[in-house]
Every structure is written in C-alpha cells, then in structure tokens.
C-alpha cells in the first residue's frame, strides 16, 4: 500500500493542530480580562490567629518579577504541632473590588499540602491573590497576601 505524500502531510499538521489546540485547552484561566479590570482591593493585611496556625508558601512562581502566562502554580501548606490542614477551609480570593472567590476554578488542584497546578493563566498586569486556610485544630492561618505580575 502506497501513501500520497502530500496526504500523508495534511493529516500530521491537522493532528499537530489538534493536539496544540488540546494544550491550550487544559490551561485553567484564573481570571478573565474583565475581571482584572476590577478596582484594586486597596484594603492591607489582617491578623490571622494569636496561636500557629498553618503556613502558607508559594513555591511557584516566582514573586520578584514578571513571569509569562501560562505558568505553574505551587503552593504549599504545612501545619503545625500534630494537626493537619484542613482542606475544605482553603479558600483562594482574587483581591479586587467586589472580591473574586477562584476557589472553585483552582478547586481540582487542591490537596491537603498544597495546590498543584500547571498551565494556570493570567491576563497580563498585577494580580493580588489572598489564601486563607485553617487547621484540622481549627487554628487559622494569617491571611496570606501575595502578587503575581504577568508580562504582555
């Protein structure tokens, strides 16, 4: 059996665009455009519990400078003193005015020591994030405030 070369070459760019179009699909958009275009949460920091309630890292991406979008999205928590987190009470907030709860979108990548998430996607700009998070002692954690600032 004999292929036409020029079939043969149709049929791998259509699957190539396929698959391409199948990676971009599974990238999680954790804000749309609109959304960023919210006013800024001009509201600081507030006190979390006066006993240690869980940490709260990212790992992933870095904090310091622009990143490119989409990107890995790593943070860890790790609680104290015997207790465990408590993953039911994570909930991740989209810091904007009215305030954006994008627990559900990221929900699929929550586990009990952290979220695992790659391809998550942002517009480009700033964009502040606050995680709160408690432990299976019912200690919470401070809230914990962090930037990720996406590249154009």
């Avoid at 804000?31 to 006066?50: C, F, H, N």
């Avoid at 015997?82 to 627990?103: F, H, L, W």
Wanted: contains cysteine.
């Amino acid at each position: 059996m004999r292929i036409d070369r020029s079939i043969f070459m149709r049929t791998m760019f259509c699957a190539g665009l396929i698959c391409s179009s199948m990676n971009a699909a599974s990238a999680v958009q954790l804000v749309t455009e609109q959304e960023a275009g919210y006013p800024d949460d001009p509201y600081g920091e507030t006190r979390g519990s006066p006993t240690a309630g869980p940490e709260v890292e990212v790992v992933s991406p870095s904090l310091a400078g622009l990143i490119k979008s989409p990107f890995n999205l790593k943070i860890r928590f790790k609680a104290h003193g015997g207790a465990q987190v408590d993953r039911d009470s994570i909930a991740i907030t989209y810091r904007k005015v009215p305030a954006i709860d994008i627990t559900q979108r990221i929900g699929p990548y929550i586990r009990a020591d952290g979220i695992d998430m790659n391809d998550a996607e942002l517009p480009a700009g700033a964009h502040g994030f606050r995680i709160d998070v408690r432990d299976s002692r019912g200690r919470w954690a401070a809230p914990f405030l962090f930037k990720i600032r996406v590249a154009k």
